[in-house]
């Protein structure tokens, strides 16, 4: 069995295999606290003007993660739409 760590997943960039797009590098793991599975990986979603800012996040769920290599995530994210940030303090 392969370990690694949240860090790792951090480093890594993260590639939509259906059409080839970087869609950025990973920035949250989710977790089953009841088992402790990881259940997904966030990705933020860049943008605004000059592209700088935060548009919202793509959640990928564990079961769309095709592959993990050294320094690249492969993700089936067909159908997987960004979720809007949360405004602070709200």
């Given amino acids: 069995m392969q370990r690694c760590n949240s860090e790792d997943f951090r480093e890594k960039e993260v590639v939509n295999?259906?059409?080839?797009?970087?869609?950025g590098c990973v920035a949250e793991v989710e977790f089953n606290v009841c088992d402790g599975k990881l259940t997904a990986?966030?990705?933020?979603v860049e943008g605004g003007f000059l592209g700088l800012g935060n548009k919202g996040k793509i959640v990928i769920?564990?079961?769309k993660i095709v592959r993990i290599g050294?320094?690249?995530i492969?993700?089936?994210?067909e159908g997987l739409l960004p979720l809007p940030c949360k405004k602070k303090g709200k």
């Fill in 61 to 63: 769920p564990w079961d």
């Fill in 17 to 23: 295999v259906c059409d080839g797009k970087k869609l």
């Fill in 70 to 72: 050294e320094d690249v």
């Fill in 41 to 44: 990986i966030v990705v933020p």
């Fill in 74 to 77: 492969l993700v089936n994210a």
